[in-house]
Nanobody
Framework: QVQLVESGGGLVQAGGSLSLSCTASGLLFTGNVMGWYRQVPGKQRELVADITILGRTNYAETVKGRFTISRDIAKNTVYLQMNSLKPEDTDVYYC?????????WGRGTQVTVSS
């Protein structure tokens, strides 16, 4: 019903920047929330940041002041600008869309920060 296609990510040195984007398609309802989660193998997936259709944002404490989430409503796209990256930000990042109490996930994109 809903497809999420991610792009971006890659390898960067500590202190550097990367950006992610995710475009949603399919049966989309107004009022959905889009965001990014990350997960290290063996650990629970955790919220990085999300943003409502009205632009209200929510960030994990560990990324506040370094990451910025935004979205283009017309393009059904959410962006994550990641600055001042740290090695502990290394993870697989998953795009998420939540609507009607259901979560949709992208396939994930690897972000690796070298020290």
């Amino acid at each position: 019903q809903v497809q999420l296609v991610e792009s971006g990510g890659g390898l960067v040195q500590a202190g550097g920047s990367l950006s992610l984007s995710c475009t949603a398609s399919g049966l989309l309802f107004t009022g959905n929330v889009m965001g990014w989660y990350r997960q290290v193998p063996g650990k629970q997936r955790e919220l990085v940041a999300d943003i409502t259709i009205l632009g209200r944002t929510n960030y994990a404490e560990t990324v506040k002041g370094r990451f910025t989430i935004s979205r283009d409503i017309a393009k059904n796209t959410v962006y994550l600008q990641m600055n001042s990256l740290k090695p502990e930000d290394t993870d697989v990042y998953y795009c998420n869309l939540r609507q009607v109490n259901y979560n949709y996930w992208g396939r994930g994109t690897q972000v690796t920060v070298s020290s």
